[in-house]
């Protein structure tokens, strides 16, 4: 148990270019979270001009995992030094952001089609939605799977059948 709890060196990529692609995504939600917590207040009231089911208590609870997914992703796409089980926690939420962005620009193309930003940026930059953001979620979750299949935290061992 005490395994979990101390923090260990990344194990190296299985390819070069995993840690380049991890590095993008990394990039990416750098600049995704210094926009949105810019001006949090206005990106809040964004996220209630979606209309999303649950209504404002539920929607800036939303607002805020986002952030804080895309934060403690980090660790892991920059493959820091951390516990086995927060090398898990940070991978897993490299995933989430993309999932919950997904959700959030289908419900924005379909169902709520009066939205003027879709909020990558915050209010920051106004990005209307449409299929391009769809694509571009879709895009963070390919990210999202690269950098996790290169930057695997366990060793996968193989067993060899001897030949005698």
């Known amino acids: 148990m005490s395994g979990f709890v101390k923090a260990t060196l990344a194990k190296r990529p299985r390819v070069r270019e995993a840690q380049k692609v991890a590095y993008l995504y990394a990039a990416i939600l750098v600049i995704f979270v210094l926009a949105q917590l810019y001006t949090f207040d206005d990106f809040l009231k964004l996220m209630d001009s979606f209309w999303l089911p649950g209504g404002e208590p539920l929607t ?16 892991f796409l920059l493959s820091m030094n951390l516990s086995p089980l927060m090398r898990i926690f940070s991978m897993g939420l490299s995933w989430l952001v993309p999932l919950i962005w997904i959700k959030l620009s ?5 169902m709520a ?9 915050g209010t920051v930059v106004r990005l209307i939605p ?6 571009f979620a879709v895009a963070l979750g390919i990210l999202a799977g690269w950098s996790s299949w290169g930057l695997w935290p366990f060793v996968i061992h193989h067993r060899h059948k001897s030949i005698n």
């Open 60 to 75: 800036h609870l939303l607002a805020g995992i986002i952030v804080v997914s895309e934060v403690f992703a980090l660790p």
């Open 130 to 135: 449409g299929w391009w953001s769809i694509f």
């Open 106 to 110: 289908f419900w924005l193309v379909f």
């Open 113 to 121: 089609n009066a939205a003027p930003n879709i909020g990558y940026l």
